[in-house]
């Protein structure tokens, strides 16, 4: 399997645009995590997905933030509009569901956002 | 709520040990991992134990368990310069589906 995959690696923009980050879990994986890093806040959750469901989107930062998982495969993570300060590297994780709470999460490589 | 907390940073010898401490809160935990960061990369698993264990050793890691004081640690033997990394811990709750929180992360320095 190749892992998690995301795309893209490294974007830039500048404020007010829009941007779309993408993220194909492992197959078979039924748990899907979008988490952000910075220097200042560390690993942040902002969203988990069950089988393509929403469970917890407490972390989202704000409305401008959203985030789909259309089917198994695929999710996207959306700014709009994009702030300086939305500048991170973008994780996205799977996993498989656990009856034990054991839980290995498999991580992406990240996508380095930088917004102008 | 859950806390994991960590020191920001560690800085060993090529040859020595490092032990990187961790604390949590939430008494309900019921895994703890470490998970290692390289430069550039996404967090990787890198070992972990489960709550009604004290210690567990593979190859140059050991974690130790302190379920009282709610303390993790983490010992790498002969520390090298691939180790230089940031190091995750985390834990994992019986009820809370297949969440984990996170540390801050622990910057290990290996300097040769």
């Known amino acids: ?116 | 709520g859950e806390d994991v907390e960590q020191s920001l940073f560690l800085s060993v010898r090529e040859g020595d040990s490092s032990v990187i401490n961790c604390t949590y809160t939430d008494s309900s935990s019921t895994y703890l991992y470490w998970y290692k960061q390289e430069p550039g990369a996404g967090l990787q698993l890198l070992t972990y134990i489960f709550s009604n264990m004290d210690m567990k050793q593979d190859q140059r890691l050991t974690v130790l368990l302190n379920k009282k004081d709610k303390h993790l640690s983490l010992r790498i033997a002969d520390t090298q310069t691939g180790d230089s990394a940031i190091y995750f811990c985390a834990e994992s709750i019986g009820n809370a589906g297949n969440m984990l929180t996170f540390g801050g992360g622990t910057r290990l320095m290996v300097k040769p």
């Open chain 1, 1 to 116: 399997d190749a892992g998690v995959i995301q795309s893209p690696r490294h974007e830039v923009t500048e404020m007010g645009q829009e941007v779309t980050l993408r993220c194909k879990p492992i197959s078979g994986h039924d748990y899907l995590f979008w988490y952000r890093q910075t220097m200042m806040r560390g690993l942040e959750l902002l969203i988990y997905f069950n089988n393509n469901v929403p469970i917890d989107d407490s972390g989202m930062p704000e409305d401008r933030f959203s985030a789909k998982m259309p089917n198994a495969s695929f999710s996207t993570l959306k700014i709009q509009p994009s702030e300086p300060r939305d500048s991170a590297v973008y994780f996205c994780a799977s996993s498989l569901p656990t009856g034990g709470s054991y839980n290995e999460q498999f991580f992406g490589p990240g996508t380095r956002l930088t917004v102008l």
